[in-house]
Structure formats: structure tokens, C-alpha cells
């Protein structure tokens, strides 16, 4: 069974920076896309981005386009999320998650991570 764990959320200023990291064990991600959301309170869970394990194709929601990067470590079997020149709205809970090869949805998730952006 694939388990999730995201870190590195906090509490930061507007214009701060963040690093999320998301830590898989039980599974190597080779057949997976890995994927990053969010939600915050009262709105519907938000996509931000993706990344397709085995060859490292990544792609971004139009929202986080410039600000926000995915990378990984293949020998951590880790998936990060650099956040940068944050805002308040991006005030939400971080989510990872899994998507296994043949199937549509993300399956597994994360207990999630708080990023609170004060002004």
C-alpha cells in the first residue's frame, strides 16, 4: 500500500517562500503520477500541478504557473512543491497524491500540510 506524507508547511509573510515535501513509502512511484492540490476553507480542492514519475514530465494549473515548482528525488522517493513570492489566498491545506498507472484518479492521498500567508 503506497502512504504519503506531506511536510514543511507553516505560517509565513507575503513574498515568502516555502518548500513542501511529499515522502511515499510502501511503493516505488515508477508507475505513478504524483500530484500536488490544495484546499481552502469553504472552497473545493484546487489541482496545482503534476508529475509523471517515471520520465519527469510536469505540468502546471494556469493559477501557479511561474510561482510554484514540482521537483523529486527519485533516491528518496520524495516529490517537493517550491512555493515562492507566496500570497494570503494561497492560505490552504497542501495535498500530495498518487495516480497509478491505468487509472483516472488519484487514489492515495496525504493527510496534508497547513500554509498559512499572512499580509
Known amino acids: 500500500q503506497l502512504q504519503l506524507v506531506e511536510s514543511g508547511g507553516g505560517s509565513v509573510q507575503a513574498g515568502a517562500s516555502l518548500r513542501l515535501s511529499c515522502a511515499a513509502s510502501g511503493r516505488t512511484l515508477g508507475t505513478y503520477t504524483m500530484g500536488w492540490f490544495r484546499q481552502a476553507p469553504g472552497k473545493e480542492r484546487e489541482f496545482l500541478g503534476r508529475i509523471v514519475w517515471s520520465f519527469g514530465g510536469i505540468f502546471y494549473a494556469d493559477s501557479v504557473k511561474g510561482r510554484f515548482a514540482i521537483s523529486r528525488d527519485n533516491a528518496k522517493n520524495t516529490m517537493y512543491l517550491q512555493m515562492n513570492s507566496l500570497k494570503p489566498e494561497d492560505t490552504a491545506v497542501y495535498h500530495c497524491?498518487?495516480?497509478?498507472?491505468?487509472?483516472?484518479?488519484?487514489?492515495?492521498w496525504g493527510q496534508g500540510t497547513q500554509v498559512t500567508v499572512s499580509s
Open positions: 497524491a498518487a495516480r497509478d498507472a491505468g487509472y483516472n484518479e488519484f487514489r492515495y
